[in-house]
């Protein structure tokens, strides 16, 4: 028998295939790890992985090595040095064309210059390693894609990542990267986040600039981060905030950090359950997961979220309205270059009467006063992020209650009346097996520390978790 | 034989494509009108709901 050999190969000193952002930060400030090595790590793993996943549309590989070598050279390291992380393809970068999930749109010149988003990460440090599959226009909850492919859930590739930031989704889920950034008008981070178990932050509407994106529904398009841990969405958040002129919703606010009070615990927070209408049309495991969250919090009041149907009714009235308007001169000469199922829902939208358009707008205002005094009594409300865990790509209905429903308008139901007035939203992932699904952490506008403290608290319990996927590429 | 009785959306979808000059290809009509239906169901949840006649809309325009 051999007598067994003592390697001489060195340890990895991190695993760049599922550190964090913060791990990744740490390495790189202790001199224990290179940008130019996480980035050929990075590039290396998109590579074995994408074909499968199809989360990426762009990879900026030149871009990304210049980059990091920049970010080895600097003395002064930021909070995200070396970090790298990639963009729904709705964010403007330079020399590509901002396609956002469309044909149409890969025909526009290349953008001139970087989001600011892109451009505040990188001043922190990060890396842009690539752009994003998604669906097309932002219109959609599958990860289905006509023009590039349908995105791949990396905890099984037959399933859906959720959307429409498909790519945001599958490609932290499986390890590519370990922040990304997408937008959410309806559900768009959350979803994803829920199908892909991941930790999202759809911040207050106003928060983060948008400028340099491609818009969907100016009356509720977030943008805001994706990442495996509530440490990293808060160092992303962080980087993010402050004004910009060139998005007139984003508001003249200081920058609020939410990295130093993450860790300071949930003792003193009143945390409620939404019921009601957040209580009907549940799977089981959507069940097991809020009230895992809820016993892990010590959250055994119920809270109503006063007319929720009704602000749901109403957010799916201004977005067709509002998306058909943002679309209808393409309607008339490229309607059929786009997905059959977006043009046919834009069409129809460019049918609504204005005085129902008008009147959904009214009720806004009233629903969110209505809401805004819920927040005198509780700091924050758990409520499903989805009703299922991922559902099979192309599934068009599944059973619930003995009613079939059609999923693609119905994934949606529990994040549409949150977005609908803009408060901010942690998604976080309770790891069920087979499929992770995610939980939402609501909280009052300009309170995404309260979410985040929480989101932190439930993965320092051990109750929340992005699960590391078998899939390997 | 008797035409199959067209559905009460039909001739608002034609008249609206026509008015809004979008070019709409039969084939499309029946999601079209699909998705319509669901909108107006949604949007008369959104109706029943009494506002006062000063209430006013979300978006507020400052000068």
């Not at chain 1, 992932?429 to 995404?448: F, K, N």
């Not at chain 2, 959306?9 to 699909?34: F, G, M, T």
């Amino acid at each position: 028998m051999p007598s067994p050999r003592r390697s001489t190969k060195p340890e990895p000193v991190i695993d760049t295939g599922w550190a964090s952002a913060a791990e990744i930060v740490e390495a790189v400030k202790a001199g224990r790890v290179s940008a130019a090595q996480i980035v050929e790590d990075t590039l290396a793993r998109i590579t074995a992985r994408d074909p499968v996943l199809n989360a990426f549309t762009d990879v900026l590989a030149d871009r990304a090595r210049a980059r990091a070598a920049a970010v080895d050279k600097a003395k002064k390291k930021g909070p995200l040095a070396g970090v790298p992380f990639a963009v729904k393809n709705l964010f403007d970068v330079a020399g590509l064309p901002t396609r956002a999930g469309s044909k149409i749109n890969r025909e526009l010149p290349p953008a001139q210059q970087d989001s600011p988003l892109i451009a505040r990460l990188e001043a922190a440090g990060a890396v842009l390693v690539g752009a994003l599959n998604m669906g097309e226009y932002a219109y959609d909850f599958t990860g289905e894609n006509v023009h590039d492919g349908n995105a791949h859930n990396p905890h099984d590739p037959t399933r859906m990542t959720g959307g429409s930031s498909s790519g945001s989704g599958g490609s932290v889920a499986g390890g590519l990267v370990p922040l990304s950034l997408g937008s959410d008008t309806n559900g768009s981070i959350r979803v994803p986040s829920s199908f892909c178990g991941l930790f999202g932050l759809k911040p207050t509407y106003g928060r983060l600039t948008r400028a340099r994106s491609y818009p969907f529904v100016s009356s509720f398009d977030h943008l805001g981060p994706l990442a495996r841990s509530a440490r990293d969405l808060a160092l992303a958040y962080d980087a993010m905030q402050g004004p910009d002129p060139e998005d007139p919703v984003c508001v003249d606010r200081p920058i609020e950090p939410a990295l130093r009070t993450l860790a300071k615990g949930t003792k003193g927070l009143r945390i409620a359950v939404a019921g009601g209408y957040f209580k009907k049309g549940l799977f089981p495991e959507a069940c097991v997961a809020l009230d895992r969250v809820a016993a892990a919090l010590h959250a055994n009041a119920e809270i109503e979220i006063p007319e929720a149907q009704r602000a749901r009714s109403a957010a799916y009235v201004i977005t067709a309205s509002e998306g058909a308007s943002l679309h209808l001169a393409r309607l008339r000469t490229r309607a059929n270059d786009y997905d059959p199922a977006v043009r046919d829902r834009l069409i129809a939208g460019a049918m609504i009467p204005a005085a129902l358009v008008n009147q959904a707008q009214k009720f806004r205002r009233q629903y969110r006063g209505e809401v805004l005094r819920l927040f005198d009594k509780v700091d924050a409300i758990l409520a499903p992020a989805t009703p299922c865990t991922a559902p099979a790509i192309g599934q068009k209905t599944f059973r619930l209650d003995g009613v079939e429903l059609p999923v693609r308008a119905n994934i949606g139901i529990y994040t549409q009346p949150i977005s609908f007035i803009g408060l901010p939203v942690v998604a976080v992932p309770v790891p069920l097996a087979p499929l992770p699904i995610g939980v939402q952490i609501i909280a009052a506008p300009w309170r995404e520390d309260i979410a985040l403290r929480i989101a932190y608290a439930l993965e320092q319990a051990g109750v929340c978790a992005a699960p590391r996927p078998s899939f390997q590429g | 034989m008797t035409a199959k009785p067209s559905h009460p959306l039909d001739a608002y979808i034609e008249a609206a494509a026509a008015a809004l000059k979008i070019p709409i290809e039969p084939a499309w009509k029946a999601e079209i009108r699909a998705n319509l239906e669901v909108t107006f169901k949604l949007a008369a949840i959104v109706a029943e709901k009494e506002l006062p006649d000063d209430a006013e809309p979300a978006p507020v325009y400052q000068a």
